[in-house]
């Protein structure tokens, strides 16, 4: 009984916590609520990869940054990979964080998380105004990474650098419940804290490729050896302001 009981609690606190992040003001999230918005919701998700599992998926959701951005940006970049509430790592492990970037809920996180973590005011500000930016008729997917297995994010990082963009719309999609998909529409390489950046066009004959029928939507990458993604995101659980966000 007591086992059940401790259950039950566990699965209130982690629904109203959900609640929360979708009802308060973002700019009035904790740390905690806008790292679940950016790893562990309807918009962010993880993919873990282990020595001792390479394809082992995590309850929380990437690509290095160029040397050049990550010298600029390491504070900011040090914001949106906190890894709150998981267990303390034991062996070697890589954690891809792929994100909507286009849904406003991801936005929003990420600025509030640089702004707790002490950015200087200016930056917050400029990055304020891209919370409310309009992507307009595109679906923008982003990948980071962050993890202790050096050699896996040293591979992982080569292949992005050396991504045909033409090839990689061969093996990265977006695809409905029903199997319906839209291929890849434009390739942006990572040059900042956001990370690797995937355009989709958000119409498909016509129609919204994304409406609050598609059930859950797949998001799938494949470059070369070293980078293989898969992720899945419920579109019952989109809504943020009463409005389907993706």
């Not at 993919?47 to 990550?70: F, K, N, V, Y």
Request: net charge positive.
């Amino acid at each position: 009984m007591r086992r059940i009981l401790f259950g039950c609690s566990i699965i209130i606190l982690f629904t109203a916590s959900a609640y929360a992040q979708k009802t308060k003001p973002w700019t009035e999230w904790s740390a905690k609520d806008a790292e679940k918005i950016l790893n562990d919701s309807a918009w962010g998700q993880t993919q873990t990869e282990s020595q001792d599992s390479p394809q082992a998926s995590s309850s929380t959701s990437a690509i290095t940054q160029t040397t050049a951005a990550r010298r600029e940006d390491q504070r900011l970049s040090s914001a949106t990979n906190v890894e709150s509430g998981e267990k303390k790592e034991t062996g070697m492990s890589v954690h891809y964080r792929v994100r909507l970037l286009s849904a406003k809920p991801i936005r929003a996180a990420f600025v509030r998380m640089i702004e707790l973590q002490g950015a200087p005011p200016e930056k917050v500000a400029q990055w304020r105004t891209f919370v409310d930016r309009d992507f307009g008729d595109y679906i923008v997917v982003t990948i980071t990474m962050d993890g202790n297995d050096r050699k896996r994010m040293a591979l992982a990082t080569d292949e992005i650098s050396k991504i045909d963009p033409e090839a990689l719309k061969t093996t990265t999609f977006l695809e409905r419940k029903d199997g319906k998909r839209i291929a890849l529409m434009e390739y942006r390489a990572p040059t900042d804290v956001l990370g690797a950046k995937f355009v989709f066009p958000r119409m498909l004959n016509g129609k919204p490729f994304i409406d609050a029928d598609s059930g859950e939507v797949r998001f799938t990458t494949e470059a070369g050896k070293a980078l293989k993604i898969t992720r899945r995101f419920k579109v019952s659980e989109m809504i943020y302001d009463g409005k389907l966000e993706y």
